[in-house]
């Protein structure tokens, strides 16, 4: 089949590649339709790894993605050929004790798309579990169904965060997790989400969700405009999405005493955090690694339109401008956030 092949780093291919995926009693096979680029995908491609996670060989990235279901096994219940469909691209050993206790995002064993050496979705088809395949409602794209992947990441920061209704929060970054995370945070029952960023494009676009205020960082203190909106209080909860590590190690700053931190970025230094001044708030630490349990909230929330991910979708490549398209994603205009490719379907 054609697929988008990293071949190394900063060397992308559009190219035939043979993958043995044979269709298991459990399995469906999926035409695909629409794929996001995610900020890891472009990490491999500009960097050649994250991590301990080294592409050593050619791979298909890709792990955003929707489709349309072309064959099923003979096990399979509740899909058929011709649904449209979104894929949860991690999957665990349903056996392990992590997946046991509900943790499967945690299993040691997991095989996630585009993670080396597991090839992605960003080819003509693919065989998944239909245990993580999720159909999608007539009112639900594929483009937005495709965009289900991210949302997950934002709806499991918003669970891990114990939201109460009429919660203040800050979101510290503005690109498309820290967006679809303050969208979640609302949608969780968060009465304001105060949200930070230094590109005012993307703040003009968050601000326009929702009941979401902007704080340009480059121009005001975060802190500052937190207290100020919470009668010298704080905010309930700080969701940390930017990945910078300065922005981590501030986080105790705008919050309330006995609030919440909830660490969604992943900094690629290490983060000095004031453990004083994070104890003298009593404050609770929350992380995220993907996502658990979500995949068909974020389903309903996209079909209820308690969340709307339309205007995220900034930029549209077909499938035979894969590599324009991902030049474009490592160098992106301030006014792009999320990009994906169409196959056409």
Not at 50 to 55: E, K, L, Q, R, T
Not at 90 to 109: F, K
């Given at each position: ?33 629409v ?13 050649g ?9 050619p ?56 993670t080396?050496?597991?090839h ?74 105060i ?57 105790v ?44 909230r ?18 549209t ?29």
């Open positions: 089949m054609k697929a988008l092949v990293l071949e190394r780093q900063r060397v992308l291919t559009l190219r035939e590649i043979e993958i043995d995926e044979t269709l298991g009693p459990s399995d469906v096979r999926i035409a695909m339709g794929v996001g680029i995610c900020g890891s995908d472009v990490h491999y491609y500009t960097d790894g994250i991590g301990p996670f080294v592409v050593r060989e791979m298909v990235l890709g792990h955003e993605g929707a489709g349309i279901v072309v064959e099923v096994g003979g096990q399979v219940e509740g899909l058929g050929v011709g649904d449209r469909v979104c894929m949860e691209p991690g999957i665990p050993d349903m056996d392990s004790r992590a997946s046991r206790l509900g943790l499967y995002n945690l299993d040691p064993a997991v095989t996630f798309w585009a080396p050496p597991v992605g979705c960003l080819r003509e088809s693919v065989v998944h579990p239909a245990a993580f395949t999720y159909r999608l409602p007539e009112n639900v794209s594929l483009a937005w169904g495709a965009m289900v992947e991210p949302l997950a990441v934002g709806l499991h920061a918003a669970t891990k965060a114990r939201i109460r209704p009429g919660d203040v929060a800050v979101v510290v970054g503005a690109g498309t997790i820290g967006t679809v995370t303050a969208l979640s945070a609302l949608a969780g029952g968060c009465g304001r989400v949200i930070c960023d230094v590109v005012q494009e993307r703040l003009d676009l968050a601000a326009g969700l929702g009941a979401i205020t902007p704080v340009n960082a480059g121009k005001e203190n975060l802190a500052e405009v937190t207290m100020e909106m919470t009668a010298g209080w704080g905010a309930d909860i700080v969701f940390e999405a930017s990945g910078n590590a300065a922005a981590a190690a501030a986080v700053e705008p919050l309330r005493p006995g609030g919440c931190i909830v660490l969604v970025g992943m900094p690629n230094e290490k983060v000095p955090f004031d453990v004083v001044a994070l104890a003298a708030k009593e404050a609770r630490i929350e992380t995220v690694f993907r996502y658990a349990n979500v995949y068909d974020a389903v309903e929330l996209l079909t209820s339109g308690r969340i709307d991910v339309g205007k995220l979708i900034t930029d490549f077909s499938f035979e401008k894969s590599v324009e398209a991902f030049e474009y994603a490592a160098a992106p205009p301030a006014t792009s956030l999320k990009v994906q490719i169409d196959f056409g379907s």
